[in-house]
């Protein structure tokens, strides 16, 4: 497993971010401390990946972008960091139980979910939103949900949604 810090992504988000600190700092004639914040945009970058790393799981990211995912089989993890994001978990087939976890860090992060299918989503946010299919949202704290004609002996899709400083929606579509 590929670790975050040496990740060509990651130093060359950080190396922009200081470039553009420079300039602002000299072209603008605003006075701040140009380590002390390129050292604080390090520690902030490292947090992020340390709450919505890979665990040895393969996960499906989006940073600085917007994306579209589609479910994909043993797909553990789906991510979106300072983006947008959209996943239609809609149309999979769910023949055994199946977990799948979403993190929202800084971005927005809409999941498309069958209301008839064997689901259940237990949701955490900090400084967040997180709407859940039967349009119950919590921005502090913790939520579950379970579809309708939720039965826990047959094959069930379990979610894990985590938000921090964003925003998730997870809809029946």
């Not at 914040?37 to 790393?53: E, H, K």
């Amino acid at each position: 497993m590929k670790m975050f810090i040496f990740n060509s992504f990651f130093w060359g988000a950080l190396l922009i971010v200081f470039g553009v600190v420079l300039i602002i700092k000299y072209i603008f004639n605003i006075d701040f401390p140009v380590i002390r914040t390129f050292f604080a945009l390090f520690i902030i970058l490292l947090g992020i990946q340390i709450l919505i790393g890979n665990r040895g799981k393969q996960s499906q990211n989006c940073m600085f972008a917007e994306s579209n995912f589609d479910y994909v089989e043993n797909q553990g993890e789906y991510n979106c960091v300072f983006g947008k994001s959209t996943l239609d978990l809609s149309n999979i087939e769910i023949t055994e139980n199946t977990n799948v976890k979403l993190s929202c860090a800084f971005g927005e992060f809409i999941v498309k979910i069958n209301p008839e299918s064997n689901i259940e989503i237990n949701s955490s946010s900090a400084f967040g939103n997180l709407t859940l299919p039967n349009k119950n949202s919590h921005n502090f704290g913790s939520g579950n949900f379970r579809t309708k004609n939720f039965d826990k002996n047959k094959p069930y899709l379990k979610i894990k949604a985590d938000v921090a400083f964003g925003n998730m929606e997870i809809k029946p579509y």
